[in-house]
């Protein structure tokens, strides 16, 4: 078995992800999305869906990067 990286939950189906040079093992989704997902510069929020970029940073929402000062960015066309 293996160990999940994010809650230590050792687990008979835990599963590997491997971004760029990093290789983590993880028992579910929520555990994979809580370790590896980017967060939004305004709120937080794991961004699990497209997100919105400015500049370095990524937004969840066109709403959370106009309250940051980005401009010109909408969530729908």
């Known amino acids: 078995m293996a160990v999940c990286d994010t ?5 008979d ?6 971004q ?5 093992t993880f028992d579910s989704f929520e555990c994979a999305a809580h370790a590896m997902a980017p967060a ?5 929020c794991r961004i699990l869906g497209h997100g919105v970029e400015a500049g370095e940073a990524v937004y969840c929402c066109a709403h959370c990067a106009q309250h940051s000062g980005a401009e010109g960015l909408t969530d729908r066309v």
């Open 40 to 44: 939004c510069a305004h709120c937080g």
């Open 13 to 18: 189906k835990a599963f590997t992800i491997t």
């Open 7 to 11: 809650c230590g939950n050792d687990y």
């Open 20 to 24: 760029g040079d990093r290789t983590s």
